[in-house]
């Protein structure tokens, strides 16, 4: 048996997608009321922790990751009254609640950046990452660097630029996601402080824990320099290099461990894009470093997707049993004597189903195969992560078609 300390490494967490799990008034989006509805159910599962997707006020730029108040619940779901029944109920029946954190960015509608953006001498300019325009040979205004975001908006006149431009103040602010999502400058330490002031707040209201999205992107290189030509044709080359583990992550992650997550018994697990180097990774994850739980990992998932860093989603690349049976037993036997722990999932919010991708979901094969894939997953050594439909075998509802240009390219619903 674990420790105390240690109880996640029991843990069997169930992934909430709040807006698409259980709509209890009817007005279209599930709701922190419907989740409540069904807290017996999930405890008949064996769940022992619930991750909420994020439920924080926020325009709904990208479904939730993009918070304006991180101390509110967004009216959609409901409110902070509705939190505390929905914790409640689930530490009255000894299962605990693990909430997002979403602190490589915001929404540009939180007014840390509408103060930032409202003049170059507001108190909160720093707080993110902006810089002057450049300008090419016949005077035309071009951003800082040639970063291409990891969202396309095509709506834009810089499409696929990481920069956005501002009128008020005659500079760029950059984002790595979507226009609407500007990127925290944790090079300051008044972020840094208001980040662990509100992990806090959640803390001590009674929040168990943090799934922490994107958590090795806050670091970039100092002085944002150019990415390498990659793709000749494109304007906007992949930086992931600049951003990916930068220099001061592990700085900032200890800082964090020191100042806030030491002072309670808690779940964390990072989200690591962009990351398959095992030493990397195990830097966030063993004990003696003091940083984090456990990772999320993309090697596995990545399997069936084409080795380019910018792809589109559900473009299926054929694969192995081979290949899936080496990555499963490299992780699983991967610095075990040193404390690694391993995060434990074939499927999330940002994956297709595990039945389609991984089995058979044909309907004489569908049930059998998602048995299959659970049995696989309880027997793996790590925390196991569920995300909801998953145990009732869901498939992804799906359209074929075979463009020239993509191959199979699978569009569908993921619940």
Excluded at 237 to 245: K, L, P, V
Excluded at 353 to 380: C, F, P, Q, Y
Aim: a negative charge; hydrophobic letters at 35%; charged letters at 25%.
């Amino acid at each position: 048996m674990p420790h105390p300390e240690t109880w996640w490494k029991d843990a069997v967490v169930y992934q909430i997608y709040p807006v698409s799990f259980l709509d209890s008034n009817g007005d279209g989006f599930g709701d922190l009321n419907g989740i409540t509805s069904k807290l017996d159910y999930l405890q008949d599962l064996g769940v022992n922790v619930v991750w909420l997707s994020p439920i924080y006020r926020s325009p709904l730029a990208d479904m939730g990751y993009d918070i304006s108040d991180y101390r509110d619940i967004d009216p959609r779901y409901g409110t902070l009254d509705d939190w505390d029944k929905l914790l409640a109920g689930l530490h009255g029946r000894h299962m605990k609640l693990m909430m997002d954190l979403v602190v490589n960015h915001t929404s540009d509608e939180h007014a840390w950046f509408e103060e930032s953006k409202s003049s170059k001498e507001n108190p909160k300019r720093d707080w993110y990452i902006w810089r002057p325009p450049k300008y090419d040979a016949d005077g035309n205004r071009r951003p800082p660097n040639n970063w291409k975001a990891q969202f396309q908006d095509h709506h834009n006149q810089n499409a696929g630029s990481a920069w956005e431009y501002d009128e008020t103040t005659d500079e760029y602010y950059l984002h790595l996601y979507h226009t609407k999502q500007p990127d925290l400058n944790w090079e300051n330490p008044e972020v840094r402080q208001a980040v662990w002031e509100l992990m806090r707040f959640w803390l001590d209201r009674g929040c168990d824990g943090f799934r922490m999205d994107v958590i090795n992107l806050i670091s970039k290189v100092e002085g944002l320099p150019d990415a390498p030509i990659t793709i000749p044709e494109d304007e906007y080359q992949d930086a992931t290099e600049f951003y990916a583990n930068g220099p001061r992550v592990h700085e900032f992650l200890q800082e964090m461990q020191n100042k806030v997550l030491s002072h309670y018994d808690i779940i964390t697990v990072g989200e690591t894009p962009f990351t398959h180097s095992a030493s990397e990774l195990a830097r966030y994850v063993l004990p003696a470093n003091k940083e984090l739980n456990m990772v999320f990992h993309f090697e596995l998932v990545d399997l069936d997707s084409p080795r380019t860093a910018q792809r589109m989603p559900f473009i299926h690349r054929p694969w192995k049993l081979s290949e899936f049976r080496e990555i499963v037993g490299r992780w699983q036997r991967f610095k075990r004597d040193e404390g690694f722990w391993n995060a434990v999932f074939i499927e999330n919010h940002d994956q297709g189903r595990s039945v389609t991708r991984w089995g058979n979901d044909a309907d004489a094969w569908r049930v059998l195969s998602a048995k299959m894939l659970a049995m696989l997953e309880v027997t793996l050594g790590g925390t196991q992560y569920v995300f909801q439909g998953q145990e009732l075998g869901l498939r992804l509802n799906f359209r074929c078609r075979f463009p020239e240009t993509f191959g199979w390219m699978v569009e569908g619903l993921v619940y």
